[in-house]
């Protein structure tokens, strides 16, 4: 296996140059990313208000990662669907909506779990 390369920090370091674009670019392009980071200001400043504990902020920023994870994929599979196939195409388009399904889901998921440890904790206050 003559193609395979040897393990390099500078590399690996190098690679998440491309990971700090692609979030970047998350935020500076899409729309819907800034409703999330909307939303992510108002639970961190919530959170820091209600003095959440240790475990509630670890399922809070679970939550809030797993978000925005979904958020990029689905932005990847929108912008490589649309390079692949400009014009409209049935099975892309149910792709698509599957990966916006995905973000969809796990928002709602995350809004609950915002629920669960906000409402009586404001309640309380």
């Given at each position: 296996?003559?193609?395979e390369?040897?393990?390099?920090?500078k590399a690996?370091?190098?690679?998440f140059?491309?990971?700090f674009?692609g979030?970047f670019?998350?935020?500076?392009y899409?729309?819907?990313?800034w409703?999330?980071?909307?939303?992510?200001?108002c639970a961190v400043?919530?959170?820091?208000?209600?003095s959440?504990?240790s475990l509630?902020?670890?399922v809070?920023?679970f939550?809030?990662?797993?978000?925005l994870?979904a958020?990029?994929?689905?932005?990847?599979?929108?912008?490589?669907?649309?390079?692949?196939?400009?014009s409209?195409?049935v099975?892309?388009g149910?792709?698509k909506?599957l990966?916006a399904a995905?973000?969809?889901?796990?928002?709602?998921?995350?809004?609950i779990?915002?629920?669960i440890i906000?409402?009586?904790?404001?309640?309380h206050?």
């Amino acid at each position: 296996m003559a193609s395979e390369k040897k393990f390099s920090f500078k590399a690996r370091l190098h690679s998440f140059k491309y990971a700090f674009r692609g979030v970047f670019l998350l935020f500076r392009y899409e729309h819907n990313a800034w409703i999330h980071l909307i939303a992510i200001v108002c639970a961190v400043m919530a959170g820091i208000i209600l003095s959440l504990t240790s475990l509630e902020w670890v399922v809070i920023l679970f939550a809030i990662g797993s978000v925005l994870a979904a958020e990029a994929i689905n932005t990847a599979i929108e912008k490589l669907a649309d390079f692949i196939s400009p014009s409209h195409q049935v099975l892309i388009g149910k792709a698509k909506d599957l990966a916006a399904a995905a973000v969809l889901i796990l928002s709602t998921c995350a809004f609950i779990i915002g629920g669960i440890i906000f409402i009586p904790k404001i309640i309380h206050f």
